[in-house]
């Protein structure tokens, strides 16, 4: 079983940057890939980007490709999503996911990931 806990979201300018965190716990953070996904009000969840268990692949939305970079620290069991140039679009409360022993081709679906952490919620706003 494996606890993922979120943190950094908050109130963030257009333009501005934010970085979200999210630690791992009770697995061996190594065999699993990492992820975010966020969801909108009325709005169904969506896949964000996602960081594979081994080499460290990467793998975008199109909508924030360039924009947002996701990192792992095996040290630290933890996931990161530095997010620049925010948008008002980019406002909804985000999630850490993780998963284990799944094919790639199903990265982007949320239903293929089997933990999810709290949320945390990112408000861009003037």
């Known amino acids: 079983q494996v606890q993922l806990v979120e943190s950094g979201g908050g109130l963030v300018q257009p333009g501005g940057s934010l970085t979200l965190s999210c630690v791992a716990s009770?697995?061996?953070?190594?065999?699993?890939?990492m992820g975010w996904f966020r969801q909108a009000p009325g709005e169904e969840r969506e896949f964000v980007a996602a960081?594979?268990?081994?080499?460290?692949?990467?793998y975008y939305a199109d909508s924030v490709k360039g924009r947002f970079t996701i990192s792992r620290d095996g040290a630290k069991t933890t996931v990161y999503l530095q997010m620049n140039s925010l948008k008002s679009e980019d406002t909804a409360v985000y999630f850490c996911a993780a998963r284990t022993g799944k094919i790639l081709s199903t990265i982007r679906n949320s239903e293929h990931w089997m933990y999810w952490g709290q949320g945390t919620q990112v408000t861009v706003s003037s």
């Open positions: 009770g697995a061996t953070f190594s065999r699993y890939d």
């Open positions: 960081v594979r268990a081994n080499g460290g692949y990467t």
